[in-house]
């Protein structure tokens, strides 16, 4: 049996809280990230990431990556806001992470990743 949730006093509070953390720290504002012409971007539903988006080359629809924002540490202990590239692993053996303002650096190795 599915339980009653009170939709709008959950928006409510997803609103003050969204309002609360940008009105006190406006560097969880993200950059602007340049995506090259010759790729496909497609924003993809997340839960508990705040957003995810998939980019490929036109030419190279099977090499496909996957990228996410964590503004909460809900998916990683990095303590701050930062952009992760997931399933590919650094050579260290952790994943490729960056730092939300970091914006130019993740576009550097999405585009190293895809063969540019």
């Not at 030419?59 to 202990?77: E, H, Q, R, T």
């Not at 590239?85 to 992470?97: F, K, N, T």
Request: charged share 25%; net charge negative.
């Amino acid at each position: 049996m599915l339980e009653h949730v009170n939709f709008p006093v959950l928006v409510e509070m997803d609103i003050y809280l969204h309002q609360k953390i940008l009105g006190e720290n406006k560097k969880w504002l993200t950059p602007e990230l340049g995506f090259p012409s010759d790729c496909i971007v497609q924003f993809t539903p997340t839960t508990l990431a705040q957003t995810r988006f998939m980019i490929w080359k036109k030419s190279k629809p099977d090499n496909k990556i996957s990228v996410y924002l964590d503004c909460f540490d809900a998916l990683g202990p990095v303590g701050e806001p930062y952009w992760e590239i997931y399933g590919l692993e650094h050579p260290d053996g952790g994943p490729w992470r960056f730092l939300l303002q970091e914006g130019e650096r993740l576009m550097n190795k999405i585009n190293e990743l895809l063969g540019e």
